[in-house]
């Protein structure tokens, strides 16, 4: 016995044990379910249905991103094409494929929802869909909805008036919320795979003079206008292009537990 | 210092002064997507490299607005004279792959009398579709009843597949769609 544990001792030492952090899974299931949105899928319709899907617990940190540009020469800073990424695309990198040393472990910024769907994919997975990422952010760190919980609504709100100035925390480094996910909130804005349909229309059949026509029967209206930092995420994600990129824009992927039909 | 030194330090030099700030090129022909024309026929985004092209994206089973895109288009066609009406290609790009299969494409087609010698219209896979509307700055939602609502919104591709015009007007030619198929 004695000489058990003075085995797994040395062992211990000689493996010293990986930080917390490392030893999760990289993503976590989560159930799905029918859930009040604050974007309300059609007229009259306030709930929106999500599949069971696997969530990243984590942002992508820009060592992630590294090793995904060095194998994908393309999206290397000096190689892609500015009709996948703007200007400023991994403009805080040290070289082109290089990130600096101080920001290796933070999320990573600067791509454009071209850049990180073409990072999912590449891994066998996609960026979250909004409702995917509301359900998954719709959870404190003790219960699947918070959202009536006005304490709770204070802390996000409260980021939201700070932040902007200061570096990232590293990726991952947030507490984990009910389902084991963590920088939902409070750490940087996330490209969705619809980013570019949230507020599609009013009513397509309204012709304003002036702005974009829509075909279709669409309604796009707010609904739990007190979900304040929900609406501004999804106000700042449809002021981006997919080429747009941004020093506060960071995401995540998921992957399907079902095959769709 | 001698000239081959010169030619020495300018051959290093070259590369530096050259070093990309990465590729200009805003081509759509850069996505490398797969898209299937309505009579079955395997495609790229480029199927018409070399010619002026009216692009849009539609669906066939939308009974609001989207029949008027094809009148739109065939507005902005009614501007231009023969000569350069001959060298104009139409792409139509479906939104709703679960209903417009090449099939209900090529009826469609056929119910709008479509010259498919010029006109091309095209399905694709989801994750297709999604790459070309935001390349193409279209908006769309797909709705619970699996209608969909999107944005109008007509393009004019060089030769090339910059984007050189857009237009959200719907009925009418509008003459920046106009303008840039005639210009050279």
């Known amino acids: 016995m004695r000489k058990l544990f003075v085995a797994a001792l040395l062992a211990g030492l000689v493996f010293p044990p990986t930080p917390v952090l490392a030893a999760e899974p990289r993503d976590v299931k989560l159930p799905g379910g029918v859930f009040t949105t604050v974007l309300p899928p059609a007229a009259r319709t306030k709930t929106a249905g999500v599949r069971p899907f696997r969530m990243d617990r984590a942002l992508v940190s820009n060592a992630d991103y590294a090793r995904f540009a060095r194998s994908h020469s393309e999206w290397q800073r000096d190689h892609v094409a500015r009709l996948f990424a703007d200007e400023s695309y991994l403009s805080h990198w040290r070289g082109s494929a290089v990130p600096g040393e101080d920001v290796a472990r933070q999320p990573v910024t600067q791509v454009s929802w071209f850049a990180a769907s073409a990072y999912c994919e590449a891994r066998g997975a996609r960026l979250p869909r909004w409702y995917e990422w509301e359900f998954a952010a719709a959870a404190s760190e003790t219960s699947p909805d918070a959202r009536a919980d006005a304490a709770w609504r204070q802390k996000i709100l409260d980021w939201y008036a700070k932040s902007a100035s200061g570096s990232l925390p590293d990726a991952g480094a947030s507490p984990a919320n009910y389902y084991g996910i963590r920088d939902l909130h409070g750490v940087a804005w996330e490209w969705v795979e619809d980013a570019g349909g949230m507020l599609v229309s009013e009513d397509s059949r309204e012709q304003g003079d002036g702005g974009n026509r829509f075909c279709g029967a669409g309604a796009t209206s707010f609904e739990e206008k007190e979900n304040y930092a929900m609406l501004m995420r999804i106000a700042m994600l449809s002021s981006m292009k997919a080429s747009y990129t941004s020093g506060s824009m960071s995401f995540r992927c998921v992957t399907d537990v079902e095959p769709r039909k | ?184």
């Not at chain 2, 590729?23 to 985004?45: H, I």
């Open chain 2, 1 to 184: 210092m001698s000239a081959r030194m010169l030619a020495i330090l300018m051959v290093f030099a070259l590369p530096v002064l050259a070093a990309p700030a990465g590729d200009p090129s805003t081509s759509l022909y850069q996505l490398k997507v797969g898209l299937t024309a309505q009579d079955g026929r395997a495609m790229g985004l480029d199927v018409y490299r070399g010619n002026r092209v009216l692009v849009t994206m539609f669906y066939s089973s939308c009974q609001a607005t989207c029949p008027l895109i094809i009148d739109t288009l065939r507005a902005v066609e009614h501007k231009l004279d023969a000569a350069r009406l001959r060298d104009v290609r139409v792409l139509l790009v479906s939104i709703d792959p679960e209903h417009d299969t090449p099939e209900a494409l090529a009826a469609t087609a056929r119910e709008r009398r479509i010259d498919t010698s010029r006109w091309t219209l095209a399905q694709a896979d989801e994750g297709t579709v999604r790459l070309v509307a935001a390349a193409l700055g279209v908006q769309y939602r797909r709705l619970p009843d699996g209608q969909y609502s999107h944005a109008t919104q007509i393009s004019v591709l060089d030769e090339k597949g910059n984007i050189i015009a857009q237009s959200d007007e719907l009925g009418g030619a509008d003459e920046k769609l106009i303008e840039a198929l005639a210009s050279r």
